[in-house]
């Protein structure tokens, strides 16, 4: 695992744990310097992370709404390590059919 991966599997693990993230915490913890592209990242993915920002110090807290949990049945996004960009892993190898294809394999 990258350390992005890390990062971002640790603000995931955070943010389901209904604890409020924000960059100092991140620091504190050891998540790194770049919350806000972590977050951008979820954000990307599909998660409804929501920011409140306090006391008018530009310093965002970062949270989940309600209950809300990511679906388990989606692909896992994983990033190119030659382009760096998140795309959807299906772990299936070129050519193989989808379980819940209509056709059977030849």
Do not use: C, F
């Not at 693990?13 to 951008?40: K, M, T």
């Not at 049945?73 to 760096?84: A, D, L």
Request: charged share 20%; aromatic share 4%; no cysteine.
């Amino acid at each position: 695992m990258t350390p992005k991966q890390t990062q971002i599997k640790l603000v995931e693990a955070a943010l389901l744990a209904r604890e409020p993230v924000d960059q100092v915490e991140a620091i504190n913890r050891g998540w790194g310097l770049r919350l806000g592209a972590l977050i951008h990242r979820l954000k990307g993915r599909g998660w409804p992370v929501l920011a409140v920002r306090d006391h008018n110090n530009g310093l965002a807290r970062y949270h989940l709404p309600g209950e809300w949990m990511p679906h388990t049945h989606q692909p896992p996004v994983v990033e190119n390590s030659n382009t760096g960009r998140l795309t959807a892993d299906s772990g299936m190898m070129r050519g193989d059919r989808h379980p819940d294809s209509t056709n059977p394999p030849a």
